[in-house]
Structure formats: structure tokens, C-alpha cells
């Protein structure tokens, strides 16, 4: 059964790095994500040379349009949006911020090693997916994770 409220996102390391550092206030996406709603919970994959399950946060505002009406609403503001982010959803045709509320750090890391040596054929998304309880990865790593910061599930 897919979680209504739970994602995984691919975030490049600076990104989150300055997410989880609180600079960095809206997660901008290509597309439109319909399926994900406020008060959902976002659990974040750093990509690049951190490939981690690295924390979590949870989804406010959510602002949906043209490339043009969100970057509008998203640099009003220090909103820790770059002029790169502009570069990376100016050729699509809608696009999405979420605001970024209450990041929390998981306490461990599992890195995609320690995924693969368990799950040998998962690959984290390109983007982001949403969740199933029943399926191994969120059985195994994301929900003892979760429990771990005490969240309710």
C-alpha cells in the first residue's frame, strides 16, 4: 500500500546541506508532484558523493504553476533560493516549491552501500517517488529511521 504521505527525494548535497542547515526554504521541482500534499513528510536521499538516507522534513506551503509564478513566489524574501535554481525549472513547463518546515537529521545515515548490501538491485529516484509501507526499503531502513526521530506513522 503507497504511503499517502510520504516521499523520497533526490537532493543534490549543497541543497541539503543548506536545508538541513535551515537556509534553504522551498524544495523547487520540475513538474507538478500532485500526489504530494501539505503536511506530507519528505525523506531525503543526498545524492551526489553523499549517497545517504540522510533526514527528513516536512511539507507546507505548496506552490504550483509556471517556472515564472514560482520563482516569484519563492525569492521574496531570504528564502536560500539561488539564481541556479532558476536554471533548473526555467525550461519546464510547470513547476512546484514545497516549503521546507521542521528538518530533522536522522540519527543514522544509512549510506547506498549499506541499501545494496540489503536491497541489491535498488537505486534511489532521479527525482523523488512516493512511498510504500509494504515495500522493503521503507520496511527496512525508512521506517525504523522514522521511529527513531519518534515520528507517528
Known sequence: ??????????????????????????ELRRGVGKEIDTGDT????????????????????????TPQQVWRAVT?????IGRDAWQYIQGS???????????????????LNEVRRVLPN???PLSYLRLDENSPLFRIFIRPLLEELGEEM
Do not use: C, D
Open 1 to 26: 500500500m503507497v504511503l499517502a504521505g510520504y516521499h523520497l527525494f533526490s537532493i543534490r548535497p549543497q541543497y541539503a546541506q543548506a536545508i538541513f542547515a535551515g537556509v534553504k526554504k522551498f
Open 42 to 65: 519528505v525523506v531525503v536521499y543526498v545524492s551526489g558523493h553523499v549517497k545517504r538516507i540522510y533526514g527528513v522534513f516536512t511539507v507546507g506551503r505548496i506552490i504550483r504553476g
Open 76 to 80: 521574496i524574501g531570504p528564502t536560500g
Open 93 to 111: 513547463p510547470r513547476a512546484m516549491a514545497l516549503e521546507v518546515l521542521n528538518p530533522r537529521v536522522f540519527p543514522r545515515q544509512p549510506t
Open 122 to 124: 535498488w537505486n534511489p
